[in-house]
């Protein structure tokens, strides 16, 4: 397609992805080398792109567009590089996007007779051929941010000691901590299946959660403030987990994802509470109350352990609500699932 006899996609030294160079067509190993050792220090055709400001992105350019032919032909770049190396005239492209593109790369061709250079029409055949380039360099730019951000969020999350995972819109799980794979292997009430989603066992329960992350998706991030909470219980064992929910912000995407933590509920919520929930206002019998039910236990089993009615329950959680200016147990579970881990929940 081209008049050249080589070609050169490279990544400038340095970079944010310092590389080097990537991608070599019939350039030889002492090519290489010699680039990398010594000469490319004294790239005058760089050097001349900044200088002249023709390093624009997108921008296609001829060698004799970058340095003046007289300079040129005494250069040590021309004259121990560029003729042993068998690469004399250069027709350059610059792959970035913008002036703040993160991934600088170029796309250089050439020829070894020093005398021919490349036409107008050449330029225009890479013009063509950088659009398609520039758009495969964004894919893999994006892939490579990607990749590092989940790698960094799923490290900060293991070392926090809870259970995290990323979901988008469509409750696809885009990444789960180690502690989230070990509370969703079995389909126990909620669970990662086999297309890669969050589903719940009871069909009321995943009407739910879709309710809820369609809610919280259209609020803006708001950093690590829940937006959303829901309680589900484990038919295995009857213990409950809280989930809580929060926009996130700062992805390299523009897909929205929903950040989820999982908190499995347990006695030792309400052993823990009992004397904190009474600082926050609650007699002694609402305290305990509150810890039952804050721990997962349905308002129907704690009547039981506590030996008063149903009715009584749900009478005193009317009380217990307006105190603690909340209006579903899922708050309260959160509530008592902070006082547990000794945090002061705001109100």
């Given amino acids: 397609m081209l008049r050249a006899d080589s070609a050169l996609l490279f ?15 019939n350039s030889d190993e002492w090519s290489v080398k010699a680039y990398h050792d010594h000469f490319n220090k ?3 055709w760089y050097s001349g792109s900044k200088i002249r400001k023709l390093d624009r992105p997108g921008n296609v350019v001829l060698g004799e567009e970058l340095v003046d032919d007289e300079i040129f032909q005494k250069s040590e770049w021309f004259n121990d590089f560029l003729i042993p190396s068998g690469q004399c005239r250069l ?4 792959l970035d996007f913008d002036h703040h593109a993160s991934i600088p790369a170029f796309l250089n061709f050439y020829n070894k007779n020093k005398f021919d250079s490349f036409s107008e029409d050449d330029k225009k055949i890479v013009k063509f051929l950088i659009q398609h380039m520039q758009k495969a360099f964004l894919m893999r730019a994006r892939r490579r941010e990607t990749l590092k951000a989940k790698a960094l969020l799923e490290g900060a999350f293991n070392a926090d000691g809870k259970s995290y ?6 409750l696809h799980i885009v990444m789960k901590n180690s502690i989230a794979i070990d509370v969703l292997c ?3 009430g909620l669970y990662a299946s086999s297309d890669g989603r969050l589903r719940c066992t009871r069909r009321q329960d995943g009407e739910r959660l879709s309710k809820m992350i369609t809610r919280v998706s259209a609020v ?3 950093g690590h403030t829940t937006i959303g909470d829901l309680i589900f219980h484990r038919p295995s ?18 897909e929205k994802h929903i950040l989820v933590s999982l908190t499995l509920l347990g006695a030792d919520h309400s052993r823990v509470s009992i004397a904190a929930l009474r600082e926050l206002g609650l007699s002694a019998s609402e305290a305990r109350l509150a810890a039952i039910i804050g721990s997962g236990i349905a308002p129907i089993d704690a009547a039981a352990e506590l030996n008063i009615s149903e009715g009584n329950v749900r009478t005193s959680l009317k009380k217990i609500f307006a105190k603690l200016e909340i209006n ?3 708050e309260l579970a959160v509530i008592v699932t902070k006082l547990a881990n000794g945090r002061v929940p705001v109100r």
């Avoid at 995972?165 to 469509?170: A, E, K, V």
């Fill in 91 to 94: 027709l350059g492209a610059n």
């Fill in 11 to 25: 990544t400038p030294m340095n970079s944010q992805y310092d590389d080097g160079i990537e991608v070599i067509i």
């Fill in 237 to 254: 064992d009857g213990r409950a987990v809280l989930l809580q929910a929060s926009a996130m912000e700062n992805l390299p995407c523009q």
């Fill in 186 to 188: 079995k389909k126990d």
């Fill in 220 to 222: 803006a991030p708001l």
């Fill in 42 to 44: 004294h790239d005058i």
């Fill in 328 to 330: 579903r147990q899922s």
């Fill in 165 to 170: 995972l990323i979901l988008n819109t469509n």
